[in-house]
């Protein structure tokens, strides 16, 4: 990722390391098939099956940002949507690791029922079950709430008109680009981008020029 935002490589450095990203998201694949699809069922088989499928997804994860970031380096004004297909992207892994993870923790209860296994081994599993699902699973639920207050405080706001951007003919005061489309007004009358706006709502809920404190305006 660095590479990709950095914009200073070589195309030899490119190169090596969308090579090397391949080749494991390539043996991860292989072995995650085979793992599943070849091999009999036993608990260590799983546990070695569920690290191939995460390194599986997060080079998968990794490869599509790097691609998204080089498409938007390469766009003339720059991929507008860019945040929001960065985010689906890394929630989507996350999401696929969080499923694994919670088929993994049921395949290992099942063998301690199936085993009637000791109490220290319903111990540990009680606070893998804690640490990886509970809060793993309550941290994204809380990301995933406030990118959606975020998108909606910024819906609430109207739209610029092109009369509007045309008379004031400014640049946005987040990201310095010219604000031609997708700007939305704020009630203390300060125009931004509508994508930088809810980046900065996702952090606090202040004008970025005046501080003042958001107000939804209905119009």
Request: aromatic share 16%; charged share 15%.
């Amino acid at each position: 990722m660095t590479l990709a935002t950095a914009h200073n490589g070589t195309f030899w450095k490119h190169l090596r390391t969308v090579m090397l990203a391949t080749v494991l998201l390539f043996i991860s694949g292989v072995l995650s098939y085979i793992s599943f699809f070849t091999m009999s069922s036993t608990f260590w088989v799983f546990i070695i099956a569920y690290n191939y499928v995460n390194t599986f997804s997060l080079m998968l994860g990794s490869m599509s940002i790097y691609l998204v970031l080089m498409i938007d380096y390469h766009t003339l004004r720059g991929w507008q949507s860019l945040d929001d297909v960065m985010f689906y992207i890394r929630g989507a892994c996350r999401a696929v690791e969080f499923i694994v993870t919670l088929c993994m923790c049921g395949y290992i209860m099942m063998t301690f029922y199936m085993e009637m296994t000791s109490a220290a081994g319903i111990v540990m599993l009680a606070a893998y079950t804690y640490y990886c699902i509970v809060q793993r699973g309550g941290k994204g639920w809380k990301i995933w709430m406030m990118r959606r207050q975020a998108s909606c405080k910024v819906q609430s706001l109207p739209r610029a008109t092109k009369e509007d951007l045309r008379n004031k003919s400014d640049l946005c005061p987040i990201c310095y680009q010219m604000m031609e489309s997708e700007v939305r007004v704020m009630h203390c009358k300060h125009y931004f981008h509508e994508n930088c706006l809810k980046k900065w709502f996702y952090i606090q809920d202040k004008c970025p020029l005046c501080y003042a404190q958001f107000q939804s305006v209905a119009f």
